[in-house]
């Protein structure tokens, strides 16, 4: 080769990169191949060149450059996992460029931070993606503790300590506002919606709107048999039945007798169902893991539960390897959407039965039902909450890790468990 | 993966090879919506399957020498099979699926949208009076125009506005009302504004007593600027946004001219003087200048007055074409100059790129790059939703009230000051507001009808500049002069590459400065 001779080192645009001190990754958003770099100063310095917006994925390289063994190496790598290339200098007038995946949404309500801005709150009602509204609490009168689950998922539960429900009136006020925004989903729970007083109502009026709507139930409803299967029948009577779908959860130890009784009268229903089971440990696992084989249960999903004393099931179970993370494939829409907003978060909000109105269940309140609009409380969220904007690499120790776009984002486990990672990605301090 | 080029006239291929002035291979997925720099090998094989080769059929059948590749070389057989095993990775991943063209281009407008931006419209411009001081040689409203609404020197009634704004002011509380707070723009369009300033202030103050902390008003208005020394403070006050039309120097200016064709050069520039001497800041945040190209003028000259004597930045449009008399098409010519022609000619662009996207090629590297590369989204809405699954409208049409209203003098409700007012939305008079949304969809869409078919063979329909209502879109057989096959097309990202290859800090730029996030 001559000893002038150079080339264009370039990086195709599917590729994701992150660089972070002596660590590099990167990672081909087509095939879900990862390359990592480690402790290579001189090859996380090309890295680091190729990132840079005025280098636009691609720089040159002399003979002294490639020819070194560890750029080589990187050379052979990219280009066997086709993240990249070598082009001849010479076939070129000008430096081609490639164009760098930087993700700009430009009516992004966060465009305008820290600019002047009356224009804020413009359009603000097509930021919402989907409601979920816990329509009662305490409707069985039992007195038993509150259940947190719902801070985890979304989940049937009371939201408050006192008997309370939304006003129907209110709720109307609102879903009718809904039409106008880009929601495209509405979830109803409750301690148990089929005792919300005016359900017949609420469900009918669901009906005239183009969304999907959601509602959510635990098994143990069913002992109240004559409102189980009235709101049943209020859903198989739907005209927009196609639009609905009925979460039903379930816990364990499960009152077997119940279990089978509300599997055999939903079977014959005509409604979309999931069966929701909810997860401590392993042996919950292994047996809804039967149950979905011995009665063949096609639509269900696990939702595990940290309850305070099951860490360690999480980790073992639940806590993501790096190898999990990658053969997940994230795409590079979804790596780009990580990096400005809190996908699972962004765009959602929250109803309990006292009225407070949230983000999401743990973030702090933004409003309250009847006295603030939507249009106030989502103005609220996008000015001065930090909910959908809870973005990895805001926090620590994914702040330092590479693989901070490629995990899923902040949900409310890393609340509940009280840490960001919850991976094995990063451990003493290290990636 | 293969298709006609014979085809090619009458449907869109899903991938789009081009070349860039400095020499680089290129792709445009139309799937994918994504730019790749393409290795020559791979080029060339992507070459060989749009010419209906079967590639790997192809590759089977190669001898184990080398393939040359003109203006390129000698390649091996190891190499391209390692291209050959990208071009499938590619075509796995969906860069060489065809999309549905004219599906995608099948959106029609509906009632609930219209009303919806009647609702949530921004900006509405008042036409406060047809009366003109001036008799500029190139009015819109001249001896060179035949389509435009009769006039007779008639200013607007007060009543006509309160009508209007009253009615859109109650449906602030309606559930389609869309935002929190809002800026609403008011502006005052002519005419001369300023010879009906009683109008000006009654409105100015009529809105003010709907002013909220959530809604503002901001006003604004173009004037010739020969009125200005009687007016300015209650302008100031007010914090109007003041366009003032001014075509340059003093030669370049011989356009704007009295009815008597006296001069109004040295009027508008004591007075704009005066403007700055008394109300620096004002002027200095809140003032612009409007300039009209023609032959008397070019974009240098223009631009070199406003910055040496108002370090201002002018804005700098065409003379309107469409409309005009054919009798007299000739005449008029001589005196219509293109932008783009006269930035050619520009010889300093230090100046101009104080403002890069008044550069056209800047500016078309800068569209190229939101609607071509996939990393840049109008809003959240169609980031989230995919593509494929939403139907776009043809053409780049303003859906009507979506960014402003223009009410006439006559009461006529218009997309904006520059339609014609054969594209009427309603009337509006002193008791009652005619705008029938239904109708007004169902005309949109029948315009929409008109175009469809040539939208649906046009490579840029994505990145589409062009209103139908200035392509003569009521006649019978309306002609796109945005039009691109795919040969156009190619040559229009290749130009855009080019554009972002010859300055390596601009893609920066853009990114930075233009597209903050």
Redesign the interface.
Same mark, same amino acid.
Do not use: A, M, V, W
């Given at each position: 080769m001559n000893s002038k001779k150079s080339y264009w080192l370039y990086i195709d645009p599917y590729v994701h990169i992150s660089v972070k001190n002596t660590t590099a990754l990167l990672y081909n958003t087509l095939n879900g191949k990862v390359l990592e770099v480690k402790n290579t100063p001189s090859v996380i310095k090309i890295i680091k060149q190729l990132k840079m917006l005025d280098n636009t994925y691609v720089i040159k390289l002399f003979q002294r450059e490639y020819k070194k063994p560890e750029i080589a190496k990187f050379i052979n790598n990219i280009s066997d996992l086709f993240m990249g290339g070598l082009l001849d200098t010479s076939w070129y007038k000008k430096k081609p460029i490639q164009i760098i995946p930087e993700l700009r949404i430009m009516d992004s309500p966060y465009r305008f931070l820290g600019m002047k801005g009356e224009n804020w709150g413009r359009d603000i009602l097509s930021k919402l993606i989907e409601i979920s509204l816990y329509i009662n609490s305490r409707s069985k009168n039992n007195h038993s503790k509150i259940n947190n689950t719902f801070k985890q998922f979304l989940f049937p539960s009371s939201t408050s300590n006192d008997k309370n429900e939304l006003n129907i009136e209110q709720l109307k006020k609102i879903i009718c506002q809904c039409k106008h925004s880009n929601l495209y989903n509405i979830n109803i729970l409750g301690d148990s919606i089929i005792n919300y007083s005016y359900l017949r109502e609420l469900v009918s009026f669901l009906n005239t709107i183009p969304m999907k709507k959601s509602y959510f139930l635990h098994y143990t409803d069913f002992k109240d048999f004559r409102n189980f299967s009235r709101f049943i029948n209020f859903l198989n009577n739907s005209q927009t039945k196609e639009k609905i779908i009925l979460n039903i959860f379930f816990n364990f130890l499960l009152e077997e007798k119940l279990f089978t009784q509300v599997l055999e009268f939903l079977k014959v229903q005509h409604i979309k169902i999931n069966y929701c089971f909810v997860i401590q440990k392993e042996e919950d696992f292994e047996e809804a893991e039967l149950k979905v084989n011995k009665y063949d249960i096609a639509n269900h999903s696990y939702f595990p539960f940290y309850n305070g004393k099951n860490l360690k099931y999480f980790k073992d179970a639940i806590f993501l390897t790096k190898k999990e993370v990658v053969e997940a494939k994230p795409s590079q829409k979804e790596i780009l959407r990580r990096t400005i907003i809190n996908d699972t978060k962004f765009g959602k909000l929250t109803i309990l039965s006292n009225g407070n109105i949230h983000s999401d269940v743990n973030s702090p309140k933004l409003g309250d039902f009847g006295t603030h609009s939507i249009l106030e409380v989502l103005y609220k969220e996008v000015t001065k909450g930090k909910s959908w904007r809870q973005l990895r690499s805001n926090v620590l120790p994914c702040r330092k890790c590479t693989y901070q776009y490629l995990c899923p984002p902040l949900s409310n486990y890393e609340s509940a468990i009280g840490r960001n990672n919850i991976c094995h990605i990063w451990g003493n301090g290290k990636q | 993966m293969k298709e006609n080029r014979n085809e090619k006239s009458k449907q869109v291929e899903s991938v789009i090879l081009f070349k860039? !002035?400095?020499?680089?291979n =290129?792709l445009y997925s139309k799937k994918n919506n994504? @730019?790749?720099?393409i #290795?020559?090998v791979l080029h060339y094989l992507i070459k060989l399957d749009q010419s209906d080769n079967d590639v790997k059929n192809w590759l089977e059948n190669l001898d184990n020498g080398d393939i040359h590749i003109e %203006? =390129?070389g000698h390649f091996s057989k190891e190499i391209i099979i #390692?291209y050959y %095993? /990208?071009f499938k990775? *590619?075509s !796995?991943?969906g860069y060489f699926d065809k999309v549905d063209h004219a599906n995608r281009l099948s959106g029609r407008l509906n009632k609930k949208t219209v009303k919806?931006n009647f609702i %949530?419209t921004?900006s509405v411009v008042f036409e406060v009076t047809q009366n003109c001081n001036l008799k500029c040689v190139y009015c819109g409203y001249g001896k060179y125009y035949n389509d435009y609404e009769k006039r007779n020197g008639r200013s607007i009634c007060p009543k006509i506005a309160k009508r209007y704004l009253d009615s859109l002011f109650k449906l602030w509380n309606v559930?389609?009302?869309?935002?929190?707070? /809002?800026?609403v723009h008011i502006a005052f369009y002519g005419g001369e504004p300023l010879l009906n300033i009683d109008f000006i202030k009654e409105i100015t103050q009529y809105v003010k007593k709907f002013d909220s902390p %959530?809604i @503002?008003f901001t006003f604004g208005m173009t004037t010739n600027g020969t009125l200005l020394h009687k007016y300015m403070d209650f302008l100031v006050e007010n914090k109007f946004e003041l366009g003032i039309s001014l075509d340059g120097c003093e030669r370049n200016n011989e356009y704007r001219v009295y009815k008597n064709g006296r001069s109004t050069f040295k009027t508008i520039i004591k007075n704009v003087r005066y403007l700055q001497e008394k109300h620096p800041e004002y002027f200095e945040k809140t003032v612009n200048f409007i300039s009209v190209l023609h032959n008397k003028n070019s974009v240098e000259e223009i631009v070199d007055f406003f910055i040496k004597n108002f370090n201002k930045m002018p804005i700098i449009s065409e003379i309107n074409p469409g409309g005009i008399d054919p009798k007299k098409k000739v005449e008029f010519l001589k005196f219509f100059k293109k932008y783009n022609e006269s930035i050619n000619q520009v010889k300093d662009f230090t100046i101009l790129k104080k403002n890069i996207l008044r550069v056209p090629e800047i500016k078309e590297a800068f569209y190229m790059?939101m609607n071509y590369?996939g990393? @840049?989204? /109008?809003?959240?809405?169609s980031? =989230?939703f995919s593509p494929d699954n939403r139907s776009f409208i043809p053409t780049s049409t303003c859906v009507p009230f979506y960014k402003k209203t223009f009410i006439t003098a006559y009461g006529t409700v218009l997309p904006c000051e520059s339609v014609r007012h054969k594209y009427a939305l309603g009337v509006v008079d002193e008791s009652r507001i005619n705008i029938n949304f239904q109708q007004i969809t169902d005309k949109y869409n029948e315009y929409y009808d008109k175009i469809k078919n040539q939208c649906f063979t046009c490579y840029n329909a994505k990145r589409c500049g062009v209103c139908a209502l200035t392509i003569g879109i009521d006649g019978d057989k309306p002609i796109c002069y945005g039009h691109m096959d795919y040969d156009a097309f190619s040559n229009y990202l290749g130009s855009c590459?080019?554009t972002? !290859?010859?300055n390596?800090?601009l893609?920066?730029k853009l990114?930075?400065e233009v *597209? @903050?996030?």
């Open positions: - | 860039s !002035e400095g020499g680089g =290129y994504q @730019i790749l720099l #290795h020559p %203006n =390129y #390692h %095993n /990208k990775l *590619l !796995e991943n919806s %949530n921004s559930p389609e009302f869309r935002s929190f707070t /809002k800026k %959530n @503002i790059i590369c990393f @840049i989204y /109008k809003d959240f809405r980031f =989230y590459i080019s972002l !290859e010859k390596s800090s893609y920066k990114i930075k *597209l @903050i996030s």
